[in-house]
């Protein structure tokens, strides 16, 4: 229903930081919870951010608090992703993904997935 694309993904040394992108197309995204989801090889997804359609309100994982940062502009269809102080557990794919109810938990209901975009953090 919303095409999610990611970018901004790369290879960085810890400590350093990164900012993704996800473009959004086909549908408009105010209504839509979004969030940032990422997984490592052989390990289960897990939601590491979101943000209510307004954005107003945002979830972090305990793990990224103070350190990442969920924005989104719905003027332009874009959901942000500012990584900072990256550590080498923060290496993995990271998905956005489009939601459709926002909770304290991160949201829930998402269904519509972008591709993915690699962030590998070296020492």
């Known amino acids: 229903q919303v095409q999610l694309v990611e970018s901004g993904g790369g290879l960085v040394q810890a400590g350093a930081s990164l900012r993704l992108s996800c473009a959004a197309s086909?549908?408009?995204?105010?209504?839509?919870?979004m969030g940032w989801f990422r997984q490592a090889p052989e390990k289960e997804r897990e939601l590491v951010a979101a943000i209510s359609g307004g954005g107003s309100r945002q979830y972090y994982k305990d793990s990224v608090k103070g350190r990442f940062t969920i924005s989104r502009d719905n003027a332009k269809n874009t959901v942000y992703l500012q990584m900072n102080n990256l550590k080498l557990e923060d290496t993995a794919v990271y998905y956005c993904?489009?939601?459709?109810?926002?909770?304290?938990?991160?949201?829930?209901?998402?269904?519509?997935w972008g591709q993915g975009t690699q962030v590998t953090v070296s020492s």
């Open positions: 993904a489009a939601g459709n109810y926002y909770t304290d938990s991160g949201g829930g209901g998402y269904v519509n």
């Open positions: 086909g549908r408009t995204l105010s209504s839509y919870v």
